[in-house]
């Protein structure tokens, strides 16, 4: 059975400062790997999706990588903003079951 | 398309009440998925359908819950009776195809059993 961690449970960090949300998964036989944002009382929103075949992706200040090897994946947040504020959380597709586990999440706090 | 659409927003509920959860997908998603999400637990898979067919009900706590898809536009999550305990945020999502790609979540409906 897939379990993902996501430590640390929270993080404050001054606007400005770059930052890595770290996610690590049990079982290697992923499909792609998703890292959602969820703002307080509100869905979650797929930020960036990575297939098992790729090691990276990007969109903007954002940076996702994966080493399936290790079952760890990370989430670079670059010249962070307050706006960043919310909790990030990363889910693994199973390439046998086809079900997203999820993390616990990180909940980040930029301060300005 | 104005996402994924639930209601209610908030639902307060005495305990062994029926309770109804709604969920309009995105149009033309093939996969819809209902999640609980709790502090203890997180996010949990409750149940999915692919073109309005569950195919896995195995996150299903209890014989309370049900589900259905009666058609490509809708679906029900039913608790009944409801419990103190099946307090939580339940979210539906929708999907184009089974690998995940336009993964997108409804606001989620915020239930409280008193």
């Known amino acids: 059975k897939q379990e993902v961690t996501q430590i640390p449970a929270a993080l404050s960090v001054p606007e400005g400062e770059n930052l890595v949300l770290n996610c690590s998964f049990t079982?290697?036989?992923?499909?792609?790997l998703q890292w959602f944002r969820q703002d307080p009382g509100k869905g979650l929103t797929s930020l960036l999706l990575?297939?098992?075949?790729?090691r990276e992706q990007t969109s903007g200040r954002l940076n996702a990588s994966l080493d399936k090897s290790s079952g760890r994946s990370t989430l670079y947040i670059a010249a962070s903003q307050p706006g960043d504020s919310a909790t990030y959380l990363c889910?693994?597709?199973?390439?046998?079951?086809?079900?997203?586990?999820f993390g616990k999440g990180t909940l980040l706090t930029v301060n300005p | 398309d104005a996402g994924v659409i639930q209601s209610p927003r908030h639902e307060v509920t005495e305990m062994g009440q029926e309770v109804t959860l709604r969920c309009k997908p995105i149009?033309?998603?093939?996969?819809l998925f209902w999640y609980r999400q709790t502090m203890m637990r997180g996010l949990e898979l409750l149940i999915y359908?692919?073109?309005?067919?569950?195919?896995?009900d195995s996150g299903m706590p209890e014989d309370r819950f049900s589900a259905k898809m009666p058609n490509a536009s809708f679906s029900t999550l039913k608790i009944q009776p409801s419990e103190p305990r099946d307090s939580a945020v339940y979210f539906c999502?929708?999907?184009?195809?089974?690998?995940?790609?336009?993964?997108?979540f409804g606001s989620g409906t915020r239930l409280t059993v008193v």
């Open positions: 999502a929708s999907s184009l195809g089974w690998a995940g790609y336009g993964y997108t």
């Open positions: 079982d290697s036989a992923i499909y792609n």
């Open positions: 990575i297939q098992s075949s790729q």
């Open positions: 889910a693994g597709l199973g390439g046998s079951n086809y079900k997203l586990t």
């Open positions: 149009s033309g998603h093939d996969y």
């Open positions: 359908f692919n073109n309005n067919v569950p195919i896995d």
